[in-house]
């Protein structure tokens, strides 16, 4: 059996690994010989902030710009890049990329819908969207949300971290395929 036979495909039962051969070497899934058809895929996630940080973000006050402008542009440049990141993922056409955020008294939400028009699914392109939209929004409100947590000014040392700053509950919220026909 060829290493190419070996590979499973996209939509087996579950069982069999897609990407690794029973040689145990990886590869990317053939989906040459698939139909190319309509798929959608939304992913969400939040990033838990202190009131008053999420304060400046809503009255859009934070030193280094506007926050969720900066993060809807990280989101969708993360979407076009996940093929350069995630090493077995396809490139694929992307057709369209939604972004919209939920600003609520302790967090940010983020969720992120990709489409595209092809032989395999989006969904990591969503997830992509979703994490790095919030990891630039955790980098846009960093100075807001350190906390010094030792200091030594003799030394020249300060200790700071983010106790609070959490990004969770990452998760794919649906995911479609749709006939061309």
């Not at 040392?157 to 061309?180: F, M, N, Q």
Request: with cysteine.
């Amino acid at each position: 059996m060829s290493e190419q036979e070996d590979a499973s495909t996209e939509g087996t039962d579950g069982d069999e690994l897609t990407h690794t051969t029973e040689a145990g070497d990886v590869q990317m899934v053939d989906v040459g010989e698939k139909p190319d058809t309509g798929r959608r895929a939304v992913a969400r996630g939040e990033i838990h902030l202190t009131p008053p940080t999420i304060d400046v973000v809503r009255r859009d006050d934070v030193e280094k710009g506007d926050v969720l402008a900066t993060a809807r542009v990280g989101a969708v440049q993360a979407v076009k890049h996940t093929w350069e990141t995630i090493p077995m993922c396809h490139q694929i056409p992307i057709t369209n990329v939604e972004t919209e955020f939920d600003v609520a008294d302790d967090r940010v939400t983020l969720e992120v819908a990709v489409e595209t028009t092809g032989k395999t699914g989006c969904e990591m392109e969503a997830l992509e969207g979703v994490t790095t939209g919030l990891n630039v929004v955790w980098d846009m409100v960093k100075a807001a949300e350190k906390e010094v947590v030792e200091s030594d000014p003799d030394a020249g040392v300060e200790a700071s971290g983010y106790p609070g700053t959490r990004i969770t509950d990452v998760e794919v919220v649906s995911k479609e395929k749709r006939s061309l026909e």
